[in-house]
């Protein structure tokens, strides 16, 4: 049983309130123009933009990058738990065959092995 009419011909009478709606119905044109401007460039470059200008190397973007994920944990943490928390993502960025290809895909180089 198909639900589907498409070219097998009319449907039948159409569902009340669905039709066109009258020319006297339409609702008046907005008096507006809606546009949608550019956002201002914030003029800090971003930790990309950094590593893509080649002011920061992988490592340094990856190190950024980890601080900015666990930022909200400063004060909830003990330093050495939060060291441990950025060392292990540190770890993973680096072994992990998925993150590996993220951050090659990102950066365009692979993540420096753990040291």
Do not use: C, W
Not at 39 to 51: F, H, M, N, V, Y
């Amino acid at each position: 049983m198909g639900i589907d009419r498409i070219g097998k011909g009319s449907g039948g009478v159409p569902i009340a309130g669905t039709e066109a709606p009258a020319a006297g119905d339409v609702a008046a044109k907005p008096t507006t123009e809606f546009k949608v401007s550019r956002a201002e460039p914030t003029g800090a470059a971003t930790s990309l933009d950094r590593l893509r200008a080649g002011e920061i190397s992988v490592s340094e973007y990856l190190d950024i990058q980890i601080h900015e994920a666990t930022a909200h944990l400063d004060g909830r943490l003990s330093p050495e738990q939060l060291s441990f928390i950025r060392d292990n993502l540190r770890e993973q960025l680096s072994s992990d065959p998925v993150l590996v290809d993220l951050v090659k895909s990102t950066t365009g180089a692979l993540p420096p092995a753990s040291e």
